[in-house]
């Protein structure tokens, strides 16, 4: 967003420290999330390095403010190896909410793809609606799991 107060990114391992703050600040078990990190992302045998292991709404003074993290998997579709980061864990400070960040974030998460998969096992009541907003429909009747529209 031109002019906004934060811009997106790619996260990287060293911002697992600050997203954990973060979560700590929104009663969504920081020290927990930070203890699984590397396993989950980083040391994650599905984890390629061309592949963004998240992104992150930063504010110019480096205060991390959001995220959508991409936690890899591979999988075998129709004989072919493919790559997916499934989405699995999305938040916005809410000093940040209703700008339009979350659906910058989820943008990001569809690029950083790459043609790949597109899954998420998280959806709450807000990213259930960014997912639909994005045309994405329900796999099944898990109600956890969307697919893009194409």
Not at 14 to 37: C, N, P, T, Y
Not at 80 to 87: A, D, K, M
Not at 129 to 135: N, S, T, V
């Amino acid at each position: 967003m031109p002019g906004s107060p934060a811009r997106i990114r790619e996260c990287h391992p060293s911002d697992a420290g600050r997203i954990a703050h973060l979560k700590s600040m929104h009663d969504r078990q920081g020290e927990k999330w930070l203890g699984v990190f590397d396993w989950q992302f980083v040391d994650n045998p599905g984890h390629e390095s061309s592949h963004p292991i998240g992104w992150v709404l930063e504010t110019p003074d480096g205060e991390i403010v959001g995220h959508e993290m991409a936690m890899p998997h591979r999988f075998r579709v129709f004989g072919e190896q493919r790559y997916v980061g499934i989405s699995v864990d999305t938040f916005v400070d809410p000093r940040f909410q209703g700008r339009g960040f979350g659906k910058d974030l989820f943008d990001a998460y569809f690029e950083g793809q790459r043609g790949g998969l597109v899954l998420s096992t998280s959806a709450n009541q807000i990213t259930e609606y960014l997912w639909k907003k994005e045309g994405c429909s329900p796999i099944g009747d898990l109600g956890v799991s969307y697919q893009l529209p194409y």
